[in-house]
């Protein structure tokens, strides 16, 4: 593997796991719970707690809806 592309792949996962982080901790500010936040996303608990995790599955939209519905700016 490419050492840029490797350092790439390393640099978007810590990426997704400060704006998981974050969110979650935005989340838990305003008092939502997990069930509030997904419903209000049109998503399920398990996405959101990917989301929150910062795991590389859910899309991009799912990111930007959670972010939506928490009042973040993209």
């Not at 049109?42 to 928490?70: C, F, K, N, Q």
Request: charged share 20%; aromatic share 2%.
């Amino acid at each position: 593997m490419n050492t840029n592309h490797y350092d790439s792949l390393v640099l978007h996962r810590q990426l997704l796991l400060q704006l998981g982080d974050r969110l979650r901790r935005l989340r838990k500010t305003q008092k939502l719970t997990m069930a509030e936040t997904a419903k209000r996303a049109g998503i399920s608990r398990m996405t959101l707690a990917a989301v929150e995790a910062g795991d590389p599955g859910p899309s991009i939209g799912t990111y930007l809806g959670v972010m939506g519905v928490l009042g973040v700016a993209a």
